[in-house]
């Protein structure tokens, strides 16, 4: 299956600053990556998407303003996470979907990046 | 995307089968149902994927009745290491745009 690598894998930062949070496709070219954040013990939620060549759509509740995403090319988007607060700490992953052809299809993940904010 | 009801959680003992039920009532025409696996701090896993009867891969199967209301997959002989939580996610997952939407999932706890 495609890898998806994610950098860094984890980071620790001082309340205020920005972190960015890269993730690549390695194997094939993706026009649309997604991006989710999860806290401890709860399930995977979708922040939004990522989108190339536009601007990414955020889902309900979810600051675009602070969560900025950039599709800089076919095989990276990245997540910067500006003016972090401790309730930011999360570990974020990322995902590409299946190249297009539509019906079924394996979404790759990311190994998700540990962020705590002090 | 259709909601998902799966088991909070299941125990079991290495050897074992088991047997991880998936209620989808609102199922459409064109999604498929696909099971994920997560270990703590990785990213999820594809595991199995199926759209009707049975699907059966090197690690699991997938048993989908006729009505595709619900789905079971089914793990053999689970090991220490199967302990992780499985999501279970219906969808047109093959759509570029398409997110995954999790739910709660299932943790399974495999011991000794």
């Known amino acids: 299956g495609a890898v998806v690598s994610q950098h860094p894998s984890w980071v620790i930062c001082k309340s205020g600053t920005s972190v960015k949070i890269e993730c690549r496709s390695l194997d094939f070219q993706a026009t649309t990556m997604f991006w989710y954040r999860q806290f401890p013990k709860q399930s995977l939620m979708l922040m939004a998407t990522?989108?190339?060549?536009?601007?990414?759509?955020?889902e309900q509740g979810v600051e675009k303003d602070k969560f900025l995403i950039n599709h800089a090319s076919l095989t990276l988007s990245t997540l910067t996470v500006t003016s972090a607060h401790p309730e930011d700490s999360s570990f974020y992953i990322c995902s590409v979907p299946p190249r297009t052809g539509g019906g079924g299809g394996e979404q790759f993940f990311g190994p998700g990046t540990r962020l705590t904010v002090l | 995307l259709a909601k998902t009801t799966q088991p909070i959680s299941m125990d079991s003992y290495e050897g074992q089968e088991v047997n991880i039920t998936c209620s989808h009532n609102?199922?459409?025409?064109?999604?498929?149902i696909t099971w994920y696996q997560q270990f703590p701090s990785q990213g999820p896993r594809f595991i199995i994927q199926?759209?009707?009867t049975k699907v059966t891969n090197e690690v699991a199967s997938l048993f989908i009745p006729a009505d595709r209301k619900s789905s079971t997959l089914s793990l053999p002989r689970v090991s220490l290491s199967d302990t992780a939580v499985y999501y279970c996610l219906v969808g047109d997952t093959g759509q570029a745009g398409t997110a995954l939407i999790f739910g709660k999932g299932t943790t399974l706890s495999v011991s000794s």
């Open positions: 990522s989108n190339e060549g536009s601007k990414a759509t955020y």
């Open positions: 609102n199922i459409a025409t064109n999604d498929y």
């Open positions: 199926g759209y009707k």
